[in-house]
C-alpha cells in the first residue's frame, strides 16, 4: 500500500507562483513513474506533468514552459513548482503514483 499526501495549494493572484509537494510512504519501491493530475469543477481530471524514477518528464502543452516537476528520491517527494499562473490553472490537483492517489490540494488562482 503507498499513501499519498499533498501540499501547498492555496489562493493565489494572476502571475504569481505556487509549488506543490507530494510525500509518499508505505510499499514505495515499486513506484516508477510520479505525477501531477488536476480537475477543475465540472472537467475531467487531466494529465498536467510527470515524472520517472530517472528523471524523464512529461507536461501537458497547456503548462510547458510555465510549470517544472521534479522529484527527490531519497524523501520520497515529488514537487510541482508552478508559475505564471492562470485563472483556468483553477482546479483540485491531485497526486498519483501508479494506481494510488492523493485525496487533492486546491489551487485557487485570481484574475
Known amino acids: 500500500q503507498v499513501q499519498l499526501v499533498e501540499s501547498g495549494g492555496g489562493l493565489v493572484q494572476a502571475g504569481g507562483s505556487l509549488r506543490l509537494s507530494c510525500a509518499a510512504s508505505g510499499s514505495i519501491f515499486s513506484i516508477n513513474a510520479m505525477g501531477w493530475y488536476r480537475q477543475a469543477p465540472g472537467n475531467q481530471r487531466e494529465l498536467v506533468a510527470v515524472?520517472?524514477?530517472?528523471?524523464?518528464?512529461n507536461y501537458a502543452d497547456s503548462v510547458k514552459g510555465r510549470f517544472t516537476i521534479s522529484r527527490d528520491n531519497a524523501k520520497n517527494t515529488v514537487y510541482l513548482q508552478m508559475n505564471s499562473l492562470k485563472p483556468e490553472d483553477t482546479a483540485a490537483y491531485y497526486c498519483n503514483a501508479d494506481i494510488h492517489w492523493g485525496k487533492g490540494t486546491l489551487v485557487t488562482v485570481s484574475s
Open positions: 515524472i520517472t524514477s530517472g528523471g524523464r518528464t
